[in-house]
């Protein structure tokens, strides 16, 4: 009789990886010398501190941990240059020779802000190959938080908010970014936040309701399109896209021009770019109407 093979806990996995790379963070601290010591070890300890969040606190697959957790490492190494830049360090009497001093560090340098950055696609090189490429492009999230956060702040800060307001709902993360079934037959969507419409009662399942469930997600489609118009344009989205798709949509007087004259909501340009990029992405149906 075959034994199932038992699968070891995700906290084994990220414990034994955090071990490994302070290990190596030890070594390069003890012998090595020059460009090795200078800035690989500013590029691993993104991935380190990763590792650490991991094993001990979250060790499943969340929407905190794969989307929002490799930024949150990202953005303590930029503290750590922030303290060295005010002296932190040195104002508390820390010596600058100790654990706790070498991990502050004693110099401000931009060029440790670019291996922090490097560390942090380390991490979604990690994601990349812990999946073999596969679950819904994982490599691109922590990247694309990144740029969310940064980029295309803007959006992504009020998508946020929205999300905030309606996190009673349901809400999933779903293809790289976080959407939102939210109690309207609109959709929306704000940065690395979607929100699509009001699904029908779990128990429904007549004709009416699955075809309502296949729009919702070919509206879900066209909405992931937008969220790479963010990427792409950054603070211009909503000059570019925003704006105008919030017109289009909510002018009475278009609306009734689309009804009598039969045209599509996807004619618009944004509109129409957002479901074909859409579907070049998820080789998905996107909702063209």
């Known amino acids: 009789m075959r034994r199932e093979r038992r699968k070891l806990h995700p906290r084994f996995k990220y414990a034994v990886l955090f071990l490994a790379v302070f290990m190596v963070e030890v070594l390069i601290a003890l012998f ?16 380190l501190l990763y590792f650490f969040f991991r094993a001990f606190f979250f ?21 750590a240059e922030v303290l060295q830049a005010l002296s932190f360090a040195e104002s508390l009497g820390i010596p ?3 654990p706790l001093g070498v991990a502050l560090g004693g110099v401000f340098d931009f060029k440790d802000g670019f291996c922090y950055l490097l560390g942090f696609l380390l991490i979604g090189l990690f994601l990349a190959l812990e999946t073999h490429w596969k679950d819904d492009r994982r490599w691109f999230y922590p990247v694309a938080v990144f740029l969310h956060w940064t980029w295309g702040y803007i959006q992504t800060s009020a998508g946020f908010l929205v999300f905030l307001w309606f996190f009673r709902c349901r809400h999933f993360y779903y293809k790289g970014v976080i959407r939102t079934i939210w109690p309207y037959d609109s959709a929306v969507s704000l940065g690395m936040f979607i929100f699509t ?9 007549s004709e009416w309701a699955q075809n309502d469930r296949i729009y919702n997600e070919e509206v879900a489609i066209h909405e992931y399109g937008h969220t790479f118009q963010s990427l792409l344009l950054g603070p211009f989205y909503l000059i570019v896209v925003g704006i105008p798709s919030l017109i289009w949509a909510s002018n009475k007087h ?13 004619k618009l340009y944004c509109e129409k770019w957002a ?4 579907e070049k992405v998820t080789k998905e149906k996107a909702d063209w109407h």
């Open 32 to 47: 090595a010398r020059g460009p090795v010591r200078g800035y690989l070890g500013d590029v691993l300890v993104i991935p």
């Open 96 to 98: 600058s020779d100790s």
């Open 197 to 205: 419409p009001k699904e029908p009662d779990p128990e429904d399942q």
């Open 59 to 79: 060790p499943k697959d969340s929407i905190f941990s794969i989307y929002v957790l490799p930024f949150i490492c990202y953005g303590f190494g930029w503290l």
């Open 275 to 278: 479901s074909y990029w859409g």
């Open 254 to 266: 278009l609306a009734r021009m689309r009804r009598e004259k039969k045209i599509p909501y996807t």
